[in-house]
């Protein structure tokens, strides 16, 4: 069976390789003829554990072009994953979602099943579903949510957690479980519902996500005053199979393409409803201040910035992508240039380093390090903002050896309070540890 996938960003680009390695022959479409040409030779436009090798195996069934025409003609399964952004009032964006729906009009075959994997509001494929009752073709939408975190996205798609799908068209529902017979017959739980029901358990998933890492980063601001550890807590909390562990660590908040996103499309969706969701709301609200939290203990520490020397070390919104959307490291960059610091950034990735300093205002205080060695030399404090390895096991000599200064901002509660030995530790939610 031959299908095509809609543009090929995270998500459709996992989609589209895993749907080859069921033996689908896939028709991958993306409008960027860069992104295309790249993808045609083997690469990736992103980092992601996994792709290129995988894209390399099976290139031989996945077609890539940047004709519309060709790709919506190709099948009668049409996979959508185009982005949703925030638009101005919080609302998703659904400019491209209405572009494949006008190509699906023009160019798709007379009967086709049009899945949509974009995180989209509420309502939208049963809207979509009664628009296309009008035209004179069959085109069934299906809400089929993706639930990929970037990192693992290869892995969460060929081995999902949860396979979501929302139609009420009985074709649709045997189409479905025949294009997800693999993972289904290694017991992935599959649920069919409503597409409402489907959409809706999108939103809510990422939220509850997002609500655990604000309520523990919010216990984390209390846990200060209390001279507790919010790191011990968290361990001991998580060990509770109904609490568990993962979205628990305190931090600098939550990031990315899809959380801060979809958390407030969720509190305009129930606004637009008449119902304020403020368990929702709140936890945005926390996310947002989580940075300055942070920020304060700096300013705090350091005294008057002007001139200070900091490295900020981690720009993507987590470790193990290069993904620089809705990254901490944003706002300390900004503040800190604000504030008259000359700021020495850092990360493991090319790329992330690269983007990161398009959303910087040119300034010669910024400094952009190939090294993790060049971004430590002559600061006066680091601050670490994602967990990736590099910044989790940081040698205290060579720190001494190159530093000015002798205090680290740990903004992932990497270390145990009393790692160092030589520099003032603080961290988030835990006691400032003083060097001896
Ligand atoms: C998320 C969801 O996990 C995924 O299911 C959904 O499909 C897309 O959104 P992703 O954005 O890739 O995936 O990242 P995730 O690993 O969930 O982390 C999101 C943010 O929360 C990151 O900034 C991360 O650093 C932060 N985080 C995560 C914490 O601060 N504490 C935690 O315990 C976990």
Redesign the pocket.
């Known amino acids: 069976m031959k299908i095509t996938v809609i543009a090929l960003s995270y998500v459709g680009l996992a989609n589209a390789i895993v749907l080859a390695e069921r033996g689908f022959e896939v028709v991958a479409y993306d409008k960027d003829a860069e992104k295309v040409t790249k993808l045609e030779n083997g690469e990736p436009s992103f980092e992601e554990k996994g792709l290129s090798d995988a894209l390399k195996k099976n290139c031989k069934r996945i077609t890539f072009t940047t004709d519309e025409k060709e790709a919506y003609e190709a099948s009668s399964v049409v996979f959508v994953a185009v982005d949703t952004p925030s638009g101005a009032d919080g609302s998703a964006d659904l400019t491209h979602l209405q572009e494949v729906v006008a190509c699906i009009k023009k160019y798709a075959k007379e009967e086709t099943f049009v899945v949509i994997r974009s995180t989209v509001p509420v309502g939208t494929n049963q809207t979509l579903n009664e628009a296309a009752s009008e035209s004179e073709k069959k085109i069934h939408f299906i809400s089929n949510p993706?639930?990929?975190?970037?990192?693992r996205a290869l892995m969460d798609e060929r081995s999902p957690s949860r396979i979501v799908i929302g139609t009420s068209n009985k074709e649709a529902r045997d189409l479905m479980r025949r294009l997800y017979a693999k993972p289904i017959s290694e017991g992935a739980p599959y649920y069919e519902m409503d597409g409402a029901s489907a959409e809706l358990t999108k939103y809510a998933?990422?939220l509850f996500?997002s609500l655990?890492?604000s309520y523990?980063n919010e216990v984390a601001r209390l846990a200060e005053p209390l001279g507790a550890d919010i790191s011990a807590v968290a361990l001991a909390m998580g060990a509770d199979p109904r609490i568990g562990h993962?979205?628990?660590?305190a931090?600098?908040?939550?990031?990315?393409?899809?959380?801060p996103k979809d958390g407030a499309a969720f509190a305009k969706i129930a606004h637009d409803q008449g119902l304020r969701l403020s368990l929702v709301e709140d936890t945005l609200a926390i996310n947002q201040t989580q940075p300055f939290f942070l920020y304060q203990k700096i300013v705090k520490k350091m005294g008057p910035l002007s001139g200070k020397k900091i490295a900020v070390l981690g720009l993507t919104?987590?470790a193990g992508?290069s993904d620089v959307r809705h990254s901490a490291a944003e706002f300390f960059a900004k503040s800190l240039l604000a504030d008259g610091a000359i700021v020495s950034s850092y990360d493991p990735s090319v790329s992330a380093r690269d983007s990161f300093a398009k959303q910087i205002p040119s300034s010669d205080k910024y400094l952009s390090s190939n090294t993790l060695q060049e971004a430590l030399t002559d600061v006066d404090a680091l601050v670490i903002l994602?967990e990736a390895p590099e910044f989790a096991s940081l040698d205290e000599a060579e720190l001494c050896s190159l530093m000015k200064g002798r205090v680290i901002f740990d903004g992932r509660n990497l270390y145990d309070i009393r790692h160092f030995s030589f520099f003032d530790y603080i961290s988030i939610g835990r006691p400032e540890r003083k060097h001896e």
């Open positions: 993706e639930f990929m975190a970037e990192g998933s990422n996500l655990k890492i523990i993962s979205m628990l660590h931090g600098v908040g939550f990031g990315g393409a899809c959380l919104f987590k992508t994602t």
